[in-house]
Structures are given as structure tokens and as C-alpha cells.
């Protein structure tokens, strides 16, 4: 079975810093790792995934996370982070080639962006 | 927007009672799963429907079950609801053979 353990529940963090959301997970087998965001009484969206590939990825709003195999991480980036940015944010695997690609997801961290 | 829409947003219902949630998904989406989020916690795997049969199950009692139809619409129900079925659920949908999912926005349920 997979876990994700999702270091901090709660990240403050001054607007126009970087920030870093630390994730890491458990499996015996190969993984697809995904982080998804959720604003306050909304739904999950995609924040960006790794399959395959280059182990950077990035989104579309500045965010990037790296997959470190060795370490068995995900952490995810922002070098300036806005207010907009203040939801939660979690971590999730499925197994790679599995074909359900049910996801385990962490307990997520509530970034706080500080003006 | 992801083209997933769940229904009603936000539901009461009393203890012992029963209660339908739905969800619509994508077009050629043929795979749906749900998702239980307990307050300060993250989603938990419910089960996941493929061409209208569950194939996948998370740790979850029989009470919970669900259909999807060839319209890509999905439902999740609840027998004889308990205070701690009190949660956020949601739905994701995909197409098969790809990993990444399309959540709706969910369906606040509150037992009391």
C-alpha cells in the first residue's frame, strides 16, 4: 500500500517569499505523483503531476515540484508566492501502469500567504 | 473549471437516514471515482466505477454503494447515515487508461 506523509499542516509565509510544501511518500512500486489545491469551500485542481519524464515539473501559475526518488519527495516550490496563493495544498500518488489510478492523498498543508 | 459538477452543494440529513449524492462528469469520461474529506484531513478512496461496474474499492462499509450511468453520470449512496459521515465528498472523473483526474467541487453532508 502507498502513503503520503505531508511534513506541515500549516505554512505561513510573507507575500513575495519563496515557499517550499514538503512531501513524501511510500510505495513498493512505481508511483505517478500529483499536487492538488483546494481554496476555501471549493473542489481539488490539478496543480501539477509527474508520470514520467524529466522529474521538474511546473505549473502554469509558478509553481514547481521536483521528484527525488532516492528520497522518495515531492516537494513542492514557489520562489515569490502571492495572495492568491493562500488555500490548501495536497500531495498525492497512484501506482504507475495499475490502470485504476486511485489516488492516496496526504493531509494536506493550509499555506497562508502574509501581506 | 473542470467539467465535473456534483449536486446539491450542501445537504442535512438526520441520523439512520439514507442519502443520494451526484455527480456528472465529462464526455468520454468512462471512469469515476469518489472521495471522502473529513474536515482537516485529505480525500479518502471510496471506490471507483468503470463502464458502469466498481472496480476498486477504498476501506469503507457496504452502506456506501453507487451507480454510474452510460450518460456519464455517477451517484454515491448512504445507508443509515452516521454523525461521522459528516463530510466533504467528491467526485473525479477520467478517461481510461489516463491518471490524471477531474474533481467536482463536492457536496458538503452534515448528520446530525
Known amino acids: 500500500a502507498q502513503s503520503v506523509t505531508q511534513l506541515d499542516s500549516q505554512v505561513p509565509v510573507f507575500e513575495e517569499a519563496p515557499v517550499e510544501l514538503r512531501c513524501n511518500y511510500s510505495s513498493s512500486v512505481s508511483v505517478y505523483l500529483f499536487w492538488y489545491v483546494q481554496y476555501p469551500n471549493q473542489g481539488l485542481q490539478l496543480l501539477l503531476k509527474y508520470l514520467s519524464g524529466s522529474t521538474l515539473v511546473e505549473s502554469i501559475n509558478g509553481f514547481e515540484a521536483e521528484f527525488n526518488k532516492s528520497q522518495t519527495s515531492f516537494h513542492l516550490r514557489k520562489p515569490s508566492v502571492h495572495i492568491s496563493d493562500t488555500a490548501e495544498y495536497f500531495c498525492a500518488v497512484s501506482i504507475s501502469g495499475a490502470g485504476s489510478y486511485q489516488l492516496t492523498f496526504g493531509k494536506g498543508t493550509k499555506l497562508s500567504v502574509i501581506p | 473549471e473542470t467539467g465535473v459538477t456534483q449536486s446539491p452543494t450542501h445537504l442535512i440529513k438526520t441520523r439512520g437516514q439514507q442519502v443520494t449524492l451526484r455527480c456528472s462528469s465529462q464526455?468520454?469520461?468512462?471512469?469515476v471515482s469518489w472521495y471522502q474529506q473529513a474536515l482537516g484531513q485529505g480525500p479518502q478512496f471510496i471506490f471507483q466505477?468503470?463502464?458502469?461496474?466498481?472496480?476498486g474499492r477504498g476501506n469503507f462499509p457496504p452502506r456506501f454503494s453507487g451507480l454510474q450511468f452510460p450518460n456519464y453520470s455517477s451517484e454515491l449512496n448512504v445507508n443509515a447515515l452516521e454523525l461521522d459521515d459528516s463530510a466533504l465528498y467528491l467526485c473525479?472523473?477520467?478517461?481510461?487508461?489516463?491518471?490524471?483526474?477531474?474533481f467536482g467541487q463536492g457536496t458538503r453532508l452534515t448528520v446530525v
Open positions: 464526455s468520454g469520461h468512462n471512469t
Open positions: 473525479a472523473s477520467r478517461y481510461d487508461g489516463v491518471a490524471e483526474a477531474f
Open positions: 466505477y468503470y463502464r458502469e461496474e466498481e472496480n
